[in-house]
């Protein structure tokens, strides 16, 4: 498949994407600090090619699923910043009702399935959304991300093997940025080219450089070509980097800072942005109101989160359990 060649209209969206992203976790950041937003809080921070590089080859209809470092997927989704803000005040206006915070976000009208706490807890969902799918005949992809460390589960084998026993239609992403919390992959297997796990299963498995943006949306071009033509499941390795710790929690003393400051000087944002400059995309001006519609939008969703109601103590009966229909049951 000949590479894509990317439009100066790709390139500044995924400016202003991955800007948003970036800007967002920032802020979240910050709050964290103030307390203002409480629990378990992970960032994204460094990783936002493998949400903006997916993003503009998926289609609405298309379905993604993740772990809890998840509030980038959900705005890369099309959740909406005030929503996830929201979610992490644990506000009723969130995309969760304020019920599943920072680590449970989910926005079923954009086809986003999660936000997971269990570690690999969402890769045999991811499968099971995908058989719907299939179920239903439609051609919609199902995205299920997952971070390094979630390869150790044995759900993701027996997942594996299903997926390809019956062809679901399924995109399993690895977001491996070497580190499971505070555990490199090289200490916690032989195989440390995770993408050779799908190989025993016949699944096409390929690594990527998840610091290119470029690189991310051509991979996940060639893998949805390959499920959405009823060809199976794909594999992605996206070899990528968090700069902050696992989770607000942690000091990150377990890596070195010339490890860390080599990474960000392979910045998705910064090489996006040194494109757009090189080619004469946008000038000074047209970034700036690039950088002040992003901090508005964050600032907003700060105010509505801020304004926002918590849920009545009713809401905690709310939910627990669901009427289910079931129109597709031929009598």
């Known amino acids: 498949m000949a590479k894509t060649k990317f439009t100066k209209q ?24 103030m307390q203002k937003i409480k629990g378990f809080c992970h960032l994204y921070i460094g990783q936002e090619a493998l949400v903006a590089g997916a993003m503009t080859v998926l289609k609405p209809e298309d379905n993604m699923i993740t772990a809890y470092r998840d509030h980038a997927h959900a705005l890369g989704k099309g959740t909406s910043a005030r929503a996830v803000m ?30 997971h706490g269990i570690v690999g807890g969402q890769i045999p969902l991811g499968a099971g959304i995908a058989f719907a799918e299939q179920y239903l005949g439609t051609k919609s992809v199902t995205l299920c991300y997952m971070g390094d460390g979630a390869t150790r589960q044995g759900a993701l084998h027996e997942t594996f093997n299903m997926a390809m026993t019956w062809q679901i239609p399924v995109i399993f992403i690895i977001e491996n940025n070497n580190y499971a919390m505070g555990t490199s992959v090289e200490r916690t297997s032989n195989v440390t080219d995770l993408y050779k796990l799908g190989l025993s299963y016949d699944m096409p498995s390929e ?51 010339e490890e860390v400051e080599a990474y960000k000087a392979k910045d998705p944002i910064e090489m996006v942005l040194k494109t757009i400059q090189e080619k004469k995309y946008a000038s000074d001006q047209e970034l700036e109101t690039i950088h002040n519609k992003v901090k508005d939008i964050v600032e907003d969703s700060v105010k509505f989160a801020e304004e926002s109601p918590y849920p009545d103590p009713s809401e905690l009966f709310v939910d627990v359990y669901v009427q289910a229909d079931y129109p597709y049951i031929v009598e």
């Open 207 to 257: 690594p990527v450089d998840g610091m290119s943006v470029e690189a991310v949306h051509e991979a996940i071009e060639k893998a949805v070509e390959h499920v959405r033509a009823g060809k199976g499941p794909y594999l992605l390795e996206m070899n990528t980097y968090r700069y902050k710790g696992h989770s607000m929690s942690d000091p990150a003393k377990y890596r070195t800072k």
């Open 10 to 33: 790709q390139y500044l969206k995924w400016y202003e994407d991955m800007l948003l992203m970036r800007k967002f976790e920032e802020r979240a950041g910050q709050l964290y600090g």
């Open 86 to 115: 929201a979610e992490l005040y644990a506000k009723s206006t969130g995309c969760s009702k304020g019920k599943g915070g920072s680590m449970h976000m989910f926005d079923s009208k954009n086809r986003f399935f999660g936000g």
